[in-house]
């Protein structure tokens, strides 16, 4: 039995419709309900991983870094008290180190590698739909300080097909880690052309005040900054992908992008 946490969240919602498709025996787990096995990472005592095998964590990151890892830990405790054997982990790629949510990601990847369990792990490189989202066009203009240097984004919808693929045989892909940043980078000048609109963007001073003025928690304000940052600076930009091992034929991550900015300018 195969466990795949997240479940009511876009990128594992996406592997969980996959993985039915293919006939794997799924469970899915969230604070949600609707879940086969509700569960709560911030409460150790409702994470109940009997009888499953292979377990996607899909991670749970919007938080500060500390709660990160302490529901990461608790579900690595849990998982090796309930016998899983393999564990498959969505992290986050390397060109992503400069971001303000990567050091939870690496911290759960150590903590993996130096378990007993079998592991996957997954780097996610960014979704090219938060890319689409955060540079959605307010008054035809974008003006998000992003600068003007490719980003190697990836459809969700790639990364789910990746997910699928080593779930339906984790053995093979056991102790290999996949740096799955897009292969067709794009920056934002791209995509405003993409989508017949100026860039004009600002500087990250303004971007920081912009941000301040939203009804954002606390640690969300660093870390969009950090993305701004990471970009301008052209970090965000990976020289190498493992994605075609996994997914032959990926989606046009800029077309994805420009669908998101539309609904994301739609909903404004
Ligand atoms: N690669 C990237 O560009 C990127 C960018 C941002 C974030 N991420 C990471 O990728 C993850 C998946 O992305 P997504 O787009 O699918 O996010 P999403 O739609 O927000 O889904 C997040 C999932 O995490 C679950 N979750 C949150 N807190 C939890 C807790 N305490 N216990 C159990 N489950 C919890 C939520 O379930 P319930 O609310 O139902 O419990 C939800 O299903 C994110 O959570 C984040 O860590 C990646």
């Known amino acids: 039995m195969i466990l795949i946490t997240g479940a009511s969240g876009q990128l594992a919602s996406l592997i969980t419709q996959r993985a039915k498709e ?30 499953i095998r292979t377990l996607l ?30 564990v ?13 949510f990567a050091l939870a990601h690496r911290w759960t990847e150590r903590a993996l590698i130096q378990s007993d369990l079998s592991w996957t792990i ?16 307010r008054g035809g203009r974008i003006t998000v300080p992003f600068g003007s240097a490719p980003i190697s984004a990836v459809a969700k919808a790639d990364l789910a097909d990746a997910a699928l693929k ?21 920056s934002v000048r791209h ?20 941000l301040s003025e939203l ?10 900054l950090s993305i ?4 301008m600076a052209g970090f965000l930009q990976s020289n190498s992908s493992d994605l075609l091992q996994l997914v032959p034929h990926p989606r046009d991550a800029l077309t994805v992008a420009c669908n998101a900015a539309h609904q994301a300018s739609s909903e404004r």
Request: charged fraction near 20%; hydrophobic fraction near 40%.
């Open 57 to 86: 964590l899909v991670s749970a990151g919007y938080a500060e870094d500390d709660v990160v890892m302490r529901r990461h830990e608790a579900v690595l405790t849990a998982a090796h008290r309930h016998g899983v054997k393999h």
């Open 122 to 137: 997954l780097r996610n490189g960014l979704y090219a739909e938060l890319i689409g989202a955060l540079a959605a066009p």
């Open 166 to 186: 080593v779930l339906c045989d984790p053995k093979e892909h056991a102790g290999a880690t996949y740096e799955l940043s897009g292969i067709a980078p794009f």
């Open 191 to 210: 995509l405003a052309q993409r989508l017949g609109v100026t860039y004009e963007p600002t500087s990250l001073s303004d971007e920081r005040i912009r």
């Open 215 to 224: 009804p954002l928690l606390p640690f969300q304000a660093p870390m969009l």
């Open 22 to 51: 293919a006939g794997l025996l799924i469970e899915t787990a969230s604070r949600s309900q609707d879940a086969d096995r509700p569960m709560d990472f911030d409460r150790p005592e409702t994470l109940d991983f009997s009888g």
């Open 88 to 100: 498959v982990y969505t992290s986050l790629s390397a060109a992503s180190d400069h971001l303000g």
């Open 228 to 231: 701004s940052s990471a970009a």
